[in-house]
């Protein structure tokens, strides 16, 4: 397949940057949505140091994710743009909080700000508590449908050839147009990724937008949705935790050092199904009794962190193997985590995407 994968990373909560073990890192998490946690106040100055090493280890882009748990993402994508020069941003946002119009408006004007660095995840919705917290009483689907004309409005904008005109049944637009367009060198539109395992969402990402993303599986396992969504003419996006170390007995020490922890050991799980979420039903089914995909994916994170933390273990050479046999199927961009979140970026950037990219020059004809 030609190009190069592209690797992003999720930004840490605020405050996490500090924490400097991954027992440190995975508490963290699961006390991050407490009222009390630092991660609920921007943190600019840990942002920034992680920022300065994604951009080093050769990341892409950052995940900013949304919660009412945390700060606003566009935000924080303005604050670091403007304090970074190559590194891009992947806004999370919530369809149905905001009118399409309003959204576009926003999204022009950071473009302008940061130099175009901003893409967008569409998020239909999250648990029922949180829509309801929010104002959003849409059902799943319905939530999804209300997306498509969402994003419909927003590429209709995107396109500025002339004033949009929408008679829906979530939202209705006359003679809508923005003076401010969106800036970038390459694009005159954001990326668009669309979050979900349902057959909804991936309706949506198929249709609407420029890549599906969805929670790390086996290759054998995603083949044929891949597959689906690429004759789409849209990209996929997995999203997954990874633990590389020299060898893997020291990889799967990690995971040890972070089960056996007291507090982890006896903290409930912070991550129960969601009321109506495909991705966190499939992440309850999906794994064995020891919480093994395969011997390189680990399903045991996710009881206490959620379906996102579902992890890629192996050494360099094995975690390089693995992303090439997802690119073989088609997979084209990742959103990785780690324990802490500088620590494993660096050791990803420094040890696994050379072997990455040696492996993928090899694979073209001709390539120095």
């Not at 992003?8 to 006390?31: C, D, N």
């Not at 991660?39 to 100055?45: K, N, V, Y």
């Not at 996006?237 to 020291?250: K, Y």
Request: charged content about 20%; proline content about 6%; hydrophobic content about 40%.
């Amino acid at each position: 397949m030609a190009g190069n994968l592209r690797f992003h990373w999720m930004l840490p909560k605020a405050g996490e940057v500090a924490m400097g073990t991954p027992q440190a890192a995975a508490r963290y998490r699961i006390e991050a949505p407490d009222i009390s946690s630092p991660a609920r106040m921007p943190d600019i100055e840990g942002w920034h140091r992680f920022a300065q090493h994604a951009e080093r280890a050769g990341i892409d882009s950052v995940l900013i994710s949304f919660s009412r748990f945390e700060p606003d993402p566009f935000i924080v994508a303005c604050a670091l743009g403007r304090a970074t020069e190559t590194l891009k941003f992947i806004a999370a946002f919530r369809t149905g909080l905001m009118l399409p119009t309003a959204l576009v408006q926003q999204v022009n004007t950071l473009s302008g700000l940061i130099g175009g660095r901003i893409s967008l995840n569409t998020v239909a919705g999250s648990s029922v508590s949180e829509q309801h917290g929010y104002g959003d009483f849409l059902e799943h689907d319905e939530r999804y449908s209300r997306a498509g004309e969402f994003l419909t409005v927003c590429n209709a904008l995107w396109q500025g050839s002339q004033a949009v005109d929408f008679n829906g049944k979530h939202y209705r637009v006359e003679g809508g147009s923005l003076h401010t367009p969106f800036l970038a060198p390459d694009r005159a539109s954001p990326e668009l990724y669309v979050s979900g395992h349902s057959e909804a969402a991936q309706h949506l990402a198929a249709t609407k937008a420029t890549c599906w993303l969805r929670v790390i599986d086996t290759p054998q396992k995603l083949a044929p949705s891949v597959r689906h969504m690429r004759e789409q003419g849209v990209e996929v996006c997995l999203r997954l935790c990874v633990i590389c170390r020299p060898t893997r007995a020291e990889a799967i020490g990690v995971i040890d050092s972070l089960l056996e922890d007291d507090y982890i050991a006896a903290t409930v799980p912070k991550v129960p199904v969601r009321d109506d979420s495909q991705m966190y039903r499939e992440s309850a089914l999906a794994s064995n009794e020891q919480g093994w995909l395969s011997p390189s994916i680990w399903t045991g994170f996710t009881p206490y962190f959620g379906p996102v933390w579902t992890t890629l273990i192996g050494t360099p050479e094995e975690l390089a193997s693995s992303f090439l046999e997802y690119k073989r199927i088609g997979v084209s961009q990742f959103i990785i985590s780690g324990w802490p979140e500088i620590d494993e970026m660096n050791i990803v950037g420094r040890e696994v995407l050379p072997l990455v990219r040696d492996r993928e020059r090899d694979q073209v004809p001709g390539g120095a």
